[in-house]
């Protein structure tokens, strides 16, 4: 499966360690970390899937994928913004939500567009998202989602 994680670009320690530990609970588990390519969530999730040699792959916003963080595999240059956005929640099987600002609000909103499941970890309280409590949780969700 294939599992678009959302956040941040800039976030605490503690949602460090949250996407760190999404991250390794998808590579354990064999899936593939689609994100936005750059710092914050996107960077921690992949450095945790890459630990457990998962694969990860970032679309970034801009003309150049060498902006993409050391820990994406498979960088995808959009040159398109924000709306990139769309690609990102598009290319996962299942969307999994951490806190975020509007750029994370609009990629939920293109995860349910999509009819992806949604699944969020103290992220924006939009109908349609499961609302879980741990990374090993909002993992089970998407699995049981996809089947």
Do not use: K, Q
């Not at 503690?14 to 689609?34: D, K, M, P, S």
């Not at 970890?121 to 996809?146: K, Q, W």
Request: proline residues 3%; contains cysteine.
């Amino acid at each position: 499966m294939r599992a678009s994680v959302i956040g941040g670009g800039t976030i605490t320690d503690e949602e460090t360690r949250v996407a760190e530990a999404i991250g390794r609970e998808l590579g354990r588990r064999g899936h593939t970390v689609v994100c936005g390519g750059l710092g914050g969530t996107m960077e921690a999730v992949c450095r945790g899937a890459n630990a457990e040699g998962g694969e990860t792959i970032g679309i970034v916003p801009g003309e150049d994928r060498s902006a993409a963080n050391e820990f994406v595999d498979t960088a995808i240059a959009t040159g398109m913004g924000h709306a990139r956005n769309a690609l990102v929640a598009l290319n996962g099987d299942g969307v999994i939500a951490l806190s975020g600002g509007p750029g994370t609000l609009s990629e939920i909103g293109f995860g349910l567009v999509y009819d992806r499941p949604v699944v969020g970890i103290d992220t924006h309280d939009v109908p349609g998202v499961e609302s879980v409590e741990t990374p090993a949780a909002a993992v089970d969700a998407l699995e049981a989602a996809d089947r």
